[in-house]
């Protein structure tokens, strides 16, 4: 299977907010409410929040492209004053999951920090996502820490922080 990952352009919004759309449905009903599911597919995944985001410097989105159709996509940015990258999205298509894509996705992310000069990348998962908590864990990432945010409208993200350290990229030759 040959993947290629491209930078997510104008064109492709809609059809990343549609892919963000399948698999929450079918990954997180048995972990959050559809209520939650909803309000948080709103707050990330809107048209103009995207638009927006693509048009910033310090966020980076991609998308895996499979025989011409969207696969997957990442999106990630620098925090801790610039010294990590946060991998903030990464969503694979369910029938495409457990094909090395999304380690590819996760490989690209970890190009744009070494870029950046970070020394790590973090992630939130959700504590009940155990099959996206064993997927980070075969790359590399540990658990940091355990935190749970209000993130309005009574709804709650009870999430693990993973975190893996990059090392030092080399020096040129």
Request: charged share 25%; aromatic share 6%; with cysteine.
């Amino acid at each position: 299977m040959d993947v290629l990952i491209t930078p997510v352009g104008v064109a492709d919004v809609d059809s990343v907010i549609e892919l963000a759309r399948q698999v929450w449905q079918q990954t997180y009903p048995e972990i959050i409410s559809q209520e939650q599911i909803d309000y948080m597919l709103a707050q990330r995944y809107s048209r103009e929040r995207l638009l927006a985001e693509l048009g910033m410097p310090d966020i980076w989105w991609d998308q895996a492209m499979v025989d011409g159709h969207l696969t997957g996509f990442s999106s990630c940015m620098t925090v801790a004053g610039g010294s990590e990258m946060k991998l903030d999205k990464l969503y694979v298509d369910p029938q495409r999951q457990r094909s090395g894509i999304g380690g590819r996705l996760i490989e690209e992310v970890e190009r744009h920090a070494h870029g950046a000069g970070c020394r790590a990348l973090i992630l939130a998962v959700n504590k009940r996502n155990e099959r996206a908590i064993a997927a980070y864990r075969r790359h590399g990432f540990v658990v940091r820490d355990s935190v749970c945010v209000d993130i309005g409208h009574g709804f709650l993200m009870d999430d693990f922080i993973m975190s893996k350290s990059l090392p030092a990229a080399a020096a040129p030759r």
